[in-house]
């Protein structure tokens, strides 16, 4: 299962890529930032990473910035979950209800 699932993301992230354009110029570059949300980022977030997580955050803006005055591409991949739906994932054993709130599954920079 974790193998297709391994394929199907890397599908995803090809199309995406496709889609954008940057599969046909070899000099084009990708930022992922992935799940650097409130929820998991910002101290009241329902699964906060705390300090840590928030030390990286000017560095990491200051890539993004970087990034996008280049041209280049940025993706920020989100976790994201709708409370009716929730009940029925593997990772409700594992963890609290997270990235459902409009604010907690915004990325941090946004408020």
Known sequence: MKTIF?????????????????????????????DYINDFVDSKGALTCGIPGQQIDEK???????????????IFACDNHEVREYRFNPEQRLFPLHGNS???RDVIWST
Do not use: R, T, Y
Request: proline share 2%; net charge neutral; charged share 15%.
């Open 102 to 104: 409009a604010w907690g």
């Open 60 to 74: 990491l803006l200051v890539h993004v910035k970087e990034f996008v005055e280049n041209g280049d591409l940025v």
């Open 6 to 34: 391994k394929v199907a993301c890397s599908l995803m992230l090809f199309v995406i890529l496709g889609a954008a354009g940057c599969l046909a110029s070899p000099a084009s570059k990708a930022l992922i930032v992935i």
